[in-house]
């Protein structure tokens, strides 16, 4: 078999990032002094109208950051650029996981470092009971299904991630991993072509296209 790619446990996240919005403090409104019948006739003169002030932009939504972080990453110059924005969009694919949900990834993690495949992948089961439109954790259980060699497994659930979440580079190159392992080469050419489209300065990428191209043309390393 032609060597591996990657280590399945690589892809796993170590987690989430939080967003911490600070609290908005609103000020009593004062009423306004009484009028005095003997002020002079210019005080009563109405004062004048403020300028009318430009409409604030709509706030950009998780999907809208994480759509600017996918394009920025495709256009990336280099790869430590690359590297940074991925981080970001990890963050932002991850920011919506509830306390609960984490807890059971860090669980998982903890079974992995053990072996534990079984335990490892009974854990994000259980996250995505709790969240299930959440597609990183389909993601997640994929990573820990390709470490245990279930590819089939691992290639249900990248279905499912790919399918709510298609810019994602680091399912398509699981996705490409996952066929390379069991023997489709044209299914592995297309996804990791997929992935490179998604971000083309990812790590060890000319190495793992050549691992790929031998195995579609039959040839060992």
């Known amino acids: 078999m032609?060597?591996?790619?990657?280590?399945?446990?690589?892809?796993?996240?170590?987690?989430?990032?939080l967003l911490c919005t600070?609290?908005?403090?609103?000020?009593p409104v004062q009423a306004a002094p009484a009028a005095n019948p003997a002020a002079s006739s210019s005080a009563?003169?109405?004062?004048?109208?403020p300028p009318a002030s430009s409409p604030r932009p709509p706030r950009k939504t998780l999907h809208d950051r994480l759509m600017e972080a996918e394009k920025a990453l495709a256009m990336a110059g280099n790869e430590k650029q690359a590297g940074e924005i991925s981080e970001r969009a990890e963050g932002l694919r991850s920011r919506a996981l509830t306390g609960s949900v984490q807890m059971?990834?860090?669980?998982?993690?903890d079974a992995?470092?053990?072996?534990?495949f079984q335990k490892a992948q009974d854990d994000l089961t259980a996250a995505i009971t709790i969240q299930p439109d959440q597609p990183i954790l389909y993601r997640q259980r994929a990573a820990i299904r390709l470490a245990a060699g279930d590819n089939?497994?691992?290639?249900?659930?990248?279905?499912?991630?790919?399918?709510?979440?298609?810019?994602?580079?680091?399912?398509?190159?699981m996705l490409a991993e996952a066929?390379?392992?069991r023997h489709e080469p044209e299914a592995a050419l297309r996804a990791f072509h997929q992935m490179l489209l998604l971000n083309p300065k990812s790590p060890d990428s000319d190495t793992q296209l050549k691992t790929l191209e031998k195995a579609r043309d039959g040839q060992q390393d």
């Open 179 to 181: 066929e390379h392992d």
């Open 22 to 27: 600070p609290a908005l403090t609103f000020l």
């Open 2 to 17: 032609v060597c591996r790619m990657t280590d399945g446990r690589r892809w796993l996240m170590a987690g989430a990032v």
């Open 44 to 49: 009563a003169l109405p004062a004048a109208k």
């Open 152 to 173: 089939n497994g691992a290639i249900a659930d990248l279905g499912v991630t790919l399918q709510a979440d298609p810019g994602d580079p680091t399912a398509w190159g």
């Open 104 to 109: 059971l990834i860090s669980d998982s993690h």
């Open 112 to 116: 992995l470092e053990k072996h534990d």
